[in-house]
């Protein structure tokens, strides 16, 4: 209710260090930056059920040998999704 959940599965040949999640609100144009994380997965709350919010991750990482690239960018592919109340109610 309210939240949508990102998993942040990377399939890639070095360590991710941190994620910055971007988000377009209902009706904008534009993606803002709304959280920094190490975690693999993302709860993004406070949200309007039944609008649709559209996201994208930068992630941040290195090789674990010395003398590559470093620091890695990589930009997920983009994704939306609806968030909807489908917890029932709490019985007091």
Do not use: M
């Not at 993004?44 to 941040?60: A, H, P, Q, R, T």
């Amino acid at each position: 209710d309210k939240e949508l959940r990102l998993l942040l599965e990377a399939i890639v040949p070095w360590k991710n260090d941190e994620y910055v999640i971007y988000r377009k609100n209902p009706g904008a144009t534009e993606y803002d930056s709304i959280a920094i994380t190490d975690e693999t997965t993302y709860r993004d709350k406070g949200l309007v059920n039944f609008e649709e919010y559209c996201y994208f991750v930068k992630s941040i990482g290195h090789y674990s040998l010395p003398g590559l690239a470093d620091p890695l960018i990589n930009f997920s592919q983009l994704v939306c999704g609806e968030p909807s109340d489908n917890q029932p109610p709490r019985r007091g």
